[in-house]
């Protein structure tokens, strides 16, 4: 250890040293690897299940598994069709290149388990965390097992498959190499978080800002140099040479600011929202319980990553960017609980009533997201399946096919596949594949009655399949439809 090293250091990082990787191995961790990959199991057969049951949706799980396909058939720039665009300007996630090869391998099952395992290793990493900066063991467990259960991390684990799972281990290890020291890890973790979206850099934004504070100045300016670079190579790089010039994610990110600062009615109107109090319960209520047990101590600097974010998200005013239930706040949730760590350190107690009270909160948001996402993401099931599945074994593999959303998932290794909803010009010897009972609310009702109409037209499709109100049809000629209505 360096003689000139402070107390303060000294308190702030128990365990200075970088630590070797075969130490993540050590037998005292086998217990938090069993957590790990225990959960791991539990989840991704879920997610299977839910694939197999006709659940997974064509715009999320279709749209990366045609991308994933794409990159290995077509090259990395091959347009999706469902946006027009290639895949990597998805959220510009380029870690999908990563994935492709083991996609081509493993086909959905083994990208579900993998996204699985991702969130799994969230709590191996909290508990590392958790002993590098003095955390009583008994707590860093508490903590892990409040993650693992947590509403946000659950929902976009179940919720089809997103790059974004893969930011949990990398950023909460990034943050490990940093209370590490471990310059070289930190440093190739801060590229690998870079590829995994791009809002990433408002979270290194956050994390140098933290830096900074614990008067870590080279660290500081390193972690913000990058959040700034990964910014510019996304806005005016990458993303408009993928997109040409069609997407900058700086319209996304900042783009609300402006207009709430010249106008505080938005602003008003964001305080008045219900939704956007509802959001910061379920993203917040959680770990709020171990904010009290913490006392001061939980008002800490690595509470301005997670503040950052969730501004960014509720100034959006999109619903979808503020679920606590889907993808898109996942990445908030290393911070969030890096924080919570931080304010529980050096505490002793955790009695029995300490621990049941945090247990019954825990467990009062887990059930309440347990049945929301039961009504919401799992009794939407077909009755036809088997009709499905005949359907679908009906269709080339390489031939283009207009497909409902839960259908689209089971379609998706092709170049051509649109949803119902987004298809407007068909080429000759397009399958379109028709369920207007079962809606996932991609589809309006319209879109099948229209669909119907021209299908009917002599000489324009020739019926494939009909049965159980499945129907397969085989465009003759070209057609082109209008776009949905809202």
């Known amino acids: 250890m360096d003689p000139q090293r402070t107390l303060t250091d000294i308190d702030r990082f128990s365990q200075p040293d970088a630590e ?52 290995m058939h077509r090259g990395l720039l091959a347009a999706s069709t469902y946006t027009g665009h290639p895949i990597l300007a998805a959220a510009a996630s380029y870690i999908l290149v990563l994935l492709a090869p083991l996609y081509q391998v493993g086909g959905v099952g083994l990208l579900l388990v993998l996204q699985a395992f991702a969130f799994g290793l ?76 791009d809002t990433v850099p408002i979270l290194l934004l956050g994390t140098g800002v933290v830096l900074l504070v614990q008067r870590r100045i080279g660290w500081g300016v390193a972690t913000l140099v990058a959040a700034a670079l990964g910014y510019a190579v996304d806005a005016y ?28 009615q938005h602003l008003l109107a964001w305080v008045r929202s219900l939704h956007n109090w509802e959001y910061l319960v379920w993203i917040l209520g959680p770990v709020a319980a171990l904010a009290v047990v913490a006392g001061k101590k939980s008002i800490n600097p690595w509470w301005i990553p997670v503040l950052l974010f969730l501004e960014v998200n509720l100034l959006s005013s999109t619903p979808a960017t503020t679920s606590p239930f889907n993808e898109m706040s996942v990445l908030v949730i290393p911070f969030l609980f890096v924080a919570a760590l931080v304010g529980l350190k050096g505490s002793r107690t955790q009695g029995r009533r300490l621990t049941s009270g945090l247990s019954v909160i825990v467990m009062a948001f887990f059930l309440v997201f347990a049945w929301h996402d039961y009504h919401v ?18 269709i080339p593999k390489d031939a283009p096919v207009v497909a409902p959303n839960f259908v689209a998932a089971h379609l998706a290794d092709r170049a051509k596949e649109w949803l119902p909803a987004g298809a407007q010009a068909l080429p000759a010897g397009t399958y379109v594949i028709l369920d207007p009972v079962v809606t996932t609310g991609v589809t309006p009702p319209s879109v ?31 057609v082109t439809l209008p776009a949905a209505q809202p």
Not at 382 to 392: C, D, G, K, R
Not at 456 to 463: H, Q, R
């Open 20 to 71: 070797p990787l075969g130490s993540l191995l050590r037998p005292d961790r086998l217990s938090a690897w069993a957590w790990t990959l225990g959960y791991t199991a539990v989840l991704s057969t879920l997610s299977v299940l839910r694939y197999h049951l006709w659940l997974a949706a064509g715009d999320d799980l279709g749209l990366f598994r045609q991308g994933l396909w794409l990159i």
């Open 377 to 394: 993401n799992w009794t939407v099931r077909p009755p036809n399946a088997t009709q499905l599945s005949q359907a679908v074994a009906l």
């Open 122 to 197: 969230g709590y191996f990493f909290i508990r590392r965390i958790a002993e590098q900066i003095g955390v009583q063991d008994r707590w860093a467990h508490l903590v892990g097992v409040i993650y693992l259960l947590y509403p946000t991390v659950l929902g976009a684990n179940l919720f089809d498959f997103h790059p974004d799972a893969f930011g949990i281990p990398i950023l909460l290890a990034l943050i490990w190499a940093a209370l590490s020291e471990n310059w070289l890890a930190y440093g190739i973790l801060l590229v690998a978080s870079l590829l995994v979206k």
């Open 237 to 264: 790089w990458l993303l408009p040479a993928l997109t040409h010039g069609a997407l900058n994610p700086g319209v996304a990110l900042y783009g609300q600011y402006g207009t709430i600062l010249a106008h505080p």
């Open 448 to 478: 099948y009655t229209e669909y119907s109409r021209v299908l009917g037209n002599k000489g324009t499709a020739a019926s494939v399949y009909s049965q159980s109100q499945v129907s397969v049809y085989r465009l003759l000629r070209p």
